[in-house]
C-alpha cells in the first residue's frame, strides 16, 4: 500500500467555522508533511512531523493547527480562516531517512467563504 | 538548497521521448537531484532522484552531467498520460526534513 488518503477531497467553509483535514498512511512512515498549494503556483512547506513530533513549522499562522495523534494519522484544524487561504492543502508521508521521496495524497481543496 | 531553473513549457508528441532540462550551477557536493510531477487536480509524484550517477527506473531516466550542474529527466515513450507540470529539486541528502523547494517547473504537454 503506497497511498495516502486525504478526506475530505473538497470543504467549503466560513469564516467563522472550525473544520478539520485527515490524512492517513499505512506505510510505516514516521515523517509527514502538509503543504499548501495555490491556484498556480507550486506547493509550499507547512508543517513537518517526525516521529509524531512537530520538527518545522514555517512561520503558519496559529490558525493553522497541526496534530499528529499518531504514526499513521495526521490532521490540521482549521478555525477563523480568511478567502485568501482558500487552497489545495496536500499531505505527504516519507521515511525519515529518505527525506526528498515523498509520498503525497491527491489533497484537500478548501475554499474559504 | 541550490535553486534550479526550468523552461515554462515544452511540447512533445505522443510515443516519442520527452527530454525535460533542469539547471542547477549551485548544486553542492551532498546535494541530490528529485524529479516529481504533478497531474492537474492531483498531488505531486516522485518520479526519480540522483546524486552523480545516471538512473533508471520503471518511469524515466535521469542524466546527471559530470560537472552536476545540470540534469535532464527523459521519459522514453510519452503518453498523453504524461501531460502534466514536471519539477526539478535540489535537496541535501539526510537532514533537510523532506522540506521540498518548488520551482515553477515545466509545463510538458504531450500531443497526439
Known amino acids: 500500500d503506497t497511498e495516502v488518503t486525504q478526506t475530505p477531497k473538497h470543504l467549503v467553509m466560513g469564516m467563522t467555522n472550525k473544520k478539520s483535514l485527515k490524512c492517513e498512511q499505512h506505510m510505516g512512515h514516521r515523517a509527514m508533511y502538509w503543504y499548501k498549494q495555490k491556484a498556480k503556483k507550486p506547493p509550499e512547506l507547512m508543517f513537518v512531523?517526525?516521529?509524531?513530533?512537530?520538527?518545522i513549522n514555517e512561520s503558519v499562522p496559529s490558525r493553522f493547527s497541526p496534530e499528529c495523534p499518531n504514526s499513521s494519522l495526521l490532521n490540521l484544524h482549521l478555525h477563523a480562516l480568511q478567502p485568501e487561504d482558500s487552497a489545495l492543502y496536500l499531505c505527504?508521508?516519507?521515511?525519515?531517512?529518505?527525506?526528498?521521496?515523498?509520498?503525497f495524497g491527491s489533497g484537500t481543496q478548501l475554499s474559504v467563504l | 538548497d541550490a535553486k534550479t531553473t526550468q523552461p515554462t513549457s515544452m511540447d512533445c508528441a505522443e510515443g516519442r521521448a520527452a527530454n525535460l532540462p533542469c539547471n542547477h550551477s549551485t548544486i553542492s557536493g551532498n546535494e541530490y537531484v528529485y524529479w516529481y510531477r504533478q497531474i492537474h487536480s492531483q498531488g505531486p509524484q516522485y518520479i526519480i532522484h540522483?546524486?552523480?550517477n545516471n538512473e533508471t527506473n520503471e518511469m524515466a531516466s535521469l542524466i546527471i552531467t559530470e560537472d552536476r550542474k545540470s540534469s535532464t529527466l527523459i521519459l522514453p515513450h510519452a503518453t498523453l498520460r504524461d501531460t502534466a507540470v514536471y519539477y526539478c529539486i535540489v535537496i541535501a541528502g539526510g537532514t533537510s526534513y523532506g522540506k521540498l523547494t518548488f520551482g515553477q517547473g515545466t509545463i510538458l504537454t504531450v500531443h497526439p
Open positions: 505527504a508521508s516519507s521515511q525519515v531517512t529518505v527525506t526528498g521521496k515523498l509520498f
Open positions: 540522483g546524486l552523480k
Open positions: 512531523y517526525s516521529y509524531e513530533k512537530l520538527s
